[in-house]
């Protein structure tokens, strides 16, 4: 019911950044959370960033804490991901991910029903 579109992806080098975006539509004012999550191939999908819409507590991986910023527009439409100081081992596909109703932790993946269909973000060093 909740429909989510990536965009802002890219190549860029280490110390670069990128903004990453992610349009809602379809029921958004259930909206309990939105996260980032990413993927790098050989690798299990992990949490990157979290915001509660009701409390608008962000929560971060460890990996990106001071560099990635989650952040969200007034209209709830659209949420962002403000990543600075990027370095090689970011490089991987990033998901956007809402849940309505929750259970858990913000960084477990079984908890969001609506993806998005990824972008990928590559880092050279």
């Known amino acids: 019911q909740v429909h989510l579109m990536e965009s802002g992806g890219g190549s860029v080098q280490s110390g670069g950044s990128l903004r990453l975006s992610c349009a809602a539509s379809?029921?958004?004012?259930?909206?309990?959370?939105m996260a980032w999550f990413r993927q790098a191939p050989g690798r299990e999908r992990e949490a990157v960033a979290g915001?509660?819409?009701?409390?608008?507590?962000?929560n971060y991986a460890d990996s990106v804490k001071g560099r990635f910023t989650i952040s969200r527009d007034s209209a709830r439409s659209t949420a962002y991901l403000q990543m600075d100081s990027l370095k090689p081992e970011d490089t991987a596909m990033y998901y956007c991910?809402?849940?309505?109703?929750?259970?858990?932790?913000?960084?477990?993946?079984?908890?969001?029903?609506?993806w998005g269909q990824g972008t990928q973000v590559t880092v050279s060093s």
């Open positions: 915001l509660y819409f009701r409390s608008s507590r962000a």
């Open positions: 379809g029921s958004t004012g259930n909206i309990n959370t």
């Open positions: 991910a809402a849940r309505t109703d929750y259970w858990g932790e913000w960084y477990q993946a079984d908890q969001y029903k609506s």
